[in-house]
């Protein structure tokens, strides 16, 4: 029988798309590994669906918090301090969601409001 000189590079050709395939449903998983919150910082409570994905409380106190309670969240001025704090977690999120005096409510989305609230109660 003759050999057909094409076969090899179809071969490989086939082995090449199989290869996409693999590597390309590989890294969906990936993703959404990545989206479920396994960045540093993440709570493993984020699993329910309480908070939403990829949020980092860190990042938010950093942003919307430390321009009144301090650099650090250790308090500055009148603005108390969020270390070591007295608070329940659930009354953290209730100033979180409400305000309290001048601190104005939803700074925090709600669905994060739990998750920043234990993240507030990690500081020392
Ligand atoms: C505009 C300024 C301001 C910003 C921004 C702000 N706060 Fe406040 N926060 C206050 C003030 C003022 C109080 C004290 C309110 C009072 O007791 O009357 C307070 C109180 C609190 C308390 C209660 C502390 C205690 O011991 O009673 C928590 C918890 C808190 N803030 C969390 C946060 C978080 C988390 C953020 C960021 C998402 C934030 N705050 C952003 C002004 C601010």
């Known amino acids: 029988m003759q ?12 082995f090449g798309i199989a290869l996409i395939f ?17 960045e540093e910082g993440a709570t493993e409570e984020t699993e329910g ?6 949020f980092d ?3 938010v106190a950093q942003g919307k918090c430390i321009s009144c ?4 969240l ?3 001025g009148n603005f108390p301090s969020l270390v070591d704090t ?18 104005p409510p939803g700074l925090v ?9 234990e993240y507030i109660l990690t500081l020392e």
């Open 69 to 72: 309670h301090g650099g650090d």
């Open 86 to 103: 007295k608070l329940s977690k659930e009354e953290i999120a209730e100033v979180i969601t409400n305000g309290k005096g001048a601190m």
């Open 57 to 59: 409380p860190e990042a």
């Open 109 to 117: 989305e709600e669905a994060n409001v739990d998750a920043m609230a």
């Open 22 to 38: 693999f590597l390309s449903i590989q890294g969906v998983d990936k993703k959404k590994e990545i989206a479920e919150g396994h």
């Open 74 to 76: 250790a308090g500055q």
């Open 3 to 14: 050999k057909n000189p094409i076969v090899p590079f179809i071969l490989i050709a086939a």
């Open 49 to 54: 669906g309480e908070s939403a994905e990829g």
